[in-house]
Every structure is written in structure tokens, then in C-alpha cells.
């Protein structure tokens, strides 16, 4: 709008000095007087006009910084959300793995009981009932048993602890598991140690 009133501006004056050279009407202006200021009022509107573009061109670029600062602060956002869940998802993360060598100890305990009593542990063990028991807690806040025993052997997963001959069908396979590997919401705590075939 502005743009157009300063046009329309520059147009008047350009007509005013047209029709003044036209009819001659220089009687109370000296000659010397109205171009000069016709030509100044010119100038002014033309530098009116350019100080106009540039506020655009300032607003325009504020405008851009300030879409990519919003865009920017909308990805922290989102960031910060996304690692506030996977916080919450493994807040207990430590004291799960420090569960985990209870764990063991009564899975050796239970072994060690059918060995010495030569059948198989009654489920009513007392034994049983505690490490079911816990298992299911641990198990509702994500822990995950990994099964090792007859799969292909996976340095992701696995570590090998030992390697021993084997037949042909059990190379490059996990022939025993020594330590159990565990997955908390679906993120290795603790790698299986396990004897390869070879």
C-alpha cells in the first residue's frame, strides 16, 4: 500500500513538472528553484521506496529465523520426550542387573537340588515358588531371558567363552550356555556366556 502512494507520488510530480515545462508557468519560481525541488521530492520518495524494500527484506529474513528457531525448538521438544520414555522404560535398569547373579544362584540352586535328591524339583518347591515369583516381577518391568541353547552363535548377543568340537551340525552353533543373557525392554543388560561348536 505504501509502495503504491509512493508511485503515485513520484507520478504527480512528474506531471507537475511536465506541465509546468509545457505551459510555462515559471513566473514566481525562478528557473533555478522548481527542478531543483521537484527533483528532491523526487529523491525522497525514490529513497522512501528503498528504505521500504529493505524493512521487507529485513521482516522477510526475520520471519525465516524465526520459522527455523520454532522448528528447532519443537525438534528439542520432541527429543526430550522420546528420552524422558526410554528413561522410564529402564529407570530400574540398575538394580534389575544387579538382581541378575540372584537370578543365577537359584537356577544353580535348583539344579543342585535335583542332583542331590536324583528327580526332577517338585513345583511346590520353595525354591521354584521364589524364582518364579521374581522372575514374573522382572519380567513385567521388561526383563527377557535370552534363549541361547541350539541357536547360531550371534557376537551381538553372545560371548564365547570357550569352543569345543562338535559334529558337523553343531558348527558355528551354541552348544551350552554357561551364563544367562538377558534383555530389558528390548536392550542387552547382560550378553549370554555360552561354549560353541566347532
Known sequence: ???????EVIEELDEQVQNQENTGENTEKTSDDTPDSTQNEASAAKEELSQEEI???????LKD???????????????????????????????IIELLPVLDDFERAIKAN????????????GFILIH??????????GLVKMEARGNDFDADLH???????GADDQKGKIIDVVEEGYLLNEKIIRHAKVVVGR
Open 132 to 141: 518364579k515369583k521374581l522372575m514374573s516381577n522382572l519380567e513385567r518391568k
Open 55 to 61: 524493512l521487507i527484506a529485513e521482516n522477510s529474513e
Open 159 to 165: 560371548e564365547a567363552i570357550a569352543e569345543i568340537p
Open 114 to 125: 535335583e542332583e542331590a535328591s536324583g528327580q526332577a524339583a517338585d513345583e511346590n518347591d
Open 1 to 7: 500500500m505504501a509502495k503504491k502512494k509512493n508511485k
Open 65 to 95: 529465523k524465526f520459522r527455523r528457531l520454532f522448528a528447532e525448538f519443537d525438534n528439542f521438544k520432541k527429543r526430550k520426550a522420546k528420552e524422558r520414555i526410554d528413561y522410564m522404560k529402564t529407570a530400574g535398569q540398575d538394580v
